[in-house]
């Protein structure tokens, strides 16, 4: 059974940090690609990390230089290092993973809230 449990959201000032962890499990292949999405009320969800196996980074624009992504292949984990938090940044944030055969994968989301 394919899992990934994510962690690390919650309620934080503006101006503060948070960090997200993706636990990935029950994944038969190598992953390829993890990825954090977030979606706002009433608004679409949307990318804004992404780091392949071999560790290059993409980010969305409005999170570059703030947030920071990252992994642990031996532990199929993929973090979320977010800095300057702004209350614009509040969101459910969920994981995404794509296996080498692209079989893809998502979590069950995580509530962060960024007061003002």
């Known amino acids: 059974q394919v899992q990934l449990v994510e962690s690390g959201g919650g309620l934080v000032q503006s101006g503060g940090s948070l960090r997200l962890s993706c636990a990935a499990s029950g994944i038969r292949f190598r992953i390829d690609v993890m990825d954090w999405y977030r979606q706002a009320p009433g608004k679409e969800r949307e990318l804004i990390a992404s780091i392949t196996n071999d560790g290059r980074t993409n980010y969305a624009d409005s999170v570059k230089g703030r947030f920071t992504i990252s992994r642990d292949n031996a532990k199929r984990t993929a973090y979320l290092q977010m800095n300057n938090l702004k209350p614009e940044d509040t969101a459910v944030y969920y994981c995404?993973?794509?296996?080498?055969?692209?079989?893809?994968?998502w979590g069950q989301g995580t509530q962060v809230t960024v007061s003002s």
């Open positions: 995404h993973v794509r296996d080498i055969y692209t079989y893809t994968y």
